[in-house]
């Protein structure tokens, strides 16, 4: 088995992986802002 480390693939992978981050923080986001509406929903006023 041979492993290398080709600099340039990962180079060119990075707009791959930042799109991939991004997605995780609007996915993140979205079960933020839903948690909060359904607190918001059924909370008792006191």
Known sequence: MNIQF???GFVQ???RMGVGMLVI???IGLII???MLINWLFSENK
């Open 25 to 27: 923080f609007v996915v």
């Open 33 to 35: 802002l839903t948690t």
């Open 13 to 15: 992978q990075l707009p």
């Open 6 to 8: 080709d600099p340039m």
